[in-house]
């Protein structure tokens, strides 16, 4: 099977944890000539410092080679190319295929056009799996464990696509996340749809967080596994130092448009982190950081963002060496809850101006699946399917 990495669902747990190790070794070990003679190409079609950067000094460390089209303005996208047509191309030139892209679902869509593995560095507003084995990899180092984290999500988390992948992996490792979101940035339906039977979610109202908002934060939501005695979760209320960490995302302004200028909520301050239940909680960011993190915390202990930066290389040593299958992961492959059902061809179209079944039929023809509640879903980026066109 090939490797792709579309969604943080394509590897199961254990492949994950093992995954993990191997980024720790790679840490360790430095450079090596594993990839010597691959070729990977770094297509994004949207801006990128970090993702780009930092897979590209991975396969650099493992001795390999990097092709890259980085300006979507200098690509022949900006001709009108199709996805499908570009990728068909970079297929013949390259051994694996990173790819970011605006629009929801491009990395699925490109996964079936290419034979090398396609890396999702980024789907419009959808996923983004790389980082949250960067962020796995930050928790498990700087709190000390990945099972049962308690996580504060804090910021755009409709638009956040590193918070939609990181709030599944989290809840596969029976974390607790209590989402604190911009007012009308909440996560959307498809991420708590897709948490399966495992998780519930349900309206929160944080003692712990009044101080800081002078009364209830605007849009709050706990995010719980279930008792296994499948009985009702309990409520949960964060005492001093119960939170392990604080993820935090920008306004994802080109998404959103001009009607969004600024964040609503409270900037992630001195203040912010007197807060008891965040005592020992690290602050962490997929970056680039706007005005959500002052700077003064920078120096704080707790701030692990830039540390979190400098674990993209490690861990992207460890999922280039995967996909190129120089890597064997421990534990059975998990394919993805979305690809896991047969797909049908649909009548009608996909609701999300954003997928790329929408802004590009040719390339990812409309199609229907089951998602993980059940309801027939958009294959590509998991809006569920229009009333009236849903299947039988
Ligand atoms: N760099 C991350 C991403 O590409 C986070 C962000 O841009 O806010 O999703």
Redesign the pocket.
Known sequence: MKRDLVSIGDLSDAEIVSLLDHAGECEQRGGSKTLEGAILATLFLEP?T??RLSFEAAMHRLGGAVITSADPQASSSAKGETLADTVRMVDAYADAIVLRHSAAGAARAAARVARAPVLNA?DGGHE?PS?TLVDLFTLKREVGRLNDLRILLYGDLRY???AHSLVRALCRFGGTVLAVSEPGLELPEYVLAGLGPGASAEPARPEALRTLFRGEPPSATLIRPRSRDSGPPRRWEPGPGEIDAVYV??L?RERIGAERAAPVLPPVDPRFLAIPALERAIVMH???RTSEIDPRIDADRRAAYFRQAAAGVPVRMAILSWALGRLELAGPRRPDATAQEPASSAAGSCSERTCISVRESSTAPAERVRGADGSARCAWCETPWPAGQAPA
Do not use: A, K, W
Request: net charge positive.
């Open positions: 990128s970090r993702t980024g983004h980082q956040g696509r590193t995302t920008r994802q997929p970056l680039p």
